[in-house]
């Protein structure tokens, strides 16, 4: 395929499925209804599911600091900040174009090295995704039985039985061939394995790891709470069990993978977690745009002025800094 083709797919297949799940949420819950949530949703717990948000992404930026230390860098938390809420914001343009905006800031307004920089952030990342696999395991535990009810009823135990058989076989078979191939794929996915331990590995080797450690069980400890305290906007999800809140979140999160800043997926999310509690579609489709538009409306607007305010920010400084010298 051609590279240039493929570019423009990766921007534009994102955008096109983001289109699509608008119309499908529309076609489940129409606009006047959609309208009608939003109009009557106590905006008090909106506004307290917003605030935990902030709170999640300035850990992250103050989180950001203790990769960065190690490396021989002391970066401004304005531009650490900065950086990340821009980061955020150009996400909704571009998939993952972010976190290369964001390494680029600090190259720009701190001299940070770009690769050094981008390294941090793929450690970030690491320690997320291990945050996050252990989200999933505490809500296994927690619906164990649930879940458990979910597949039996919906699945043949011995199909189920059968198919973990097929699964273990085909992963140990990959594992193999995978350690033993030379082709150029085999060599990807172990260069990536290998950077996720050596992400992993140079957690634990910072001189503020239990710092790092707490900010990680804290952003994410709040993005739970950002979610489950929006669902109190809305009479009709009350009275939900905790399980639910959790199983949506897990599939609200990995929306915000599948479109550009999950828009039209992150509802559609919600609704099809919230479907497996017998809860009805109107206000699970609801809360999910409930809770995507306030969190986007924050990003938005935090990305926005910090796209503006960091040449600013930073020419003060240097003015700041030319006086003192001046002084001296």
Known sequence: MNLSLKKYLKILLPILLGVFLIWYSLSKVPLNELLNYFKNANYGWILLGMFCGLLSHLSRAYRWQFLLEPLGYK????????????????????PRAGEVARASILTTYEGVPFEKGFGTIVSE?????????????????????????????KLNPLHIVIGLIVLSVIAF?????????????????????????????????????????????????????????????????N??????????????????????????????????AFS??????????????????????LLVLGGGLS????????????????????EV
């Not at 796209?307 to 001046?326: A, C, T, Y």
């Open 239 to 272: 009275n939900i069990p905790f399980g639910a809140i959790l199983i949506g979140f897990i599939s609200a999160s990995f929306s915000i993978a599948a479109t550009n800043g999950g828009i039209g997926s992150y509802p559609i999310a919600v609704y099809a």
């Open 307 to 326: 796209l503006m305010l960091l040449p600013i920010f930073n020419k003060k400084s240097h003015v700041k800094i030319s006086n003192n010298k001046d």
């Open 173 to 237: 078979l990959g594992f193999k061939l995978i350690k033993t191939s030379k082709s150029a794929f085999a060599l990807k996915i172990k260069t990536f394995v290998l950077g996720l331990l050596e992400g992993v590995l140079s957690i634990f080797k910072m001189k503020k790891k239990w710092a790092f450690i707490a900010h990680t069980f804290f952003i994410w400890g709040m993005y739970i709470v950002m979610f489950y305290v929006t669902s109190f906007s809305l009479t009709e999800l």
């Open 75 to 94: 970066v401004k938390l304005g531009n650490s900040i900065m950086a990340v809420f821009s980061a955020y914001l150009i996400n909704y343009t571009i």
């Open 276 to 297: 497996l509690f017998a809860i009805p579609e109107s206000p699970s489709i609801a809360f999910g745009w409930i809770a995507w538009t306030s969190q986007t409306l």
């Open 125 to 153: 990342r690491v320690a997320d995704l291990l945050v996050m696999v252990g989200v999933i395991i505490i809500t296994l535990f927690i619906q164990f039985d649930f879940i458990y009810q979910f597949f039996i009823e």
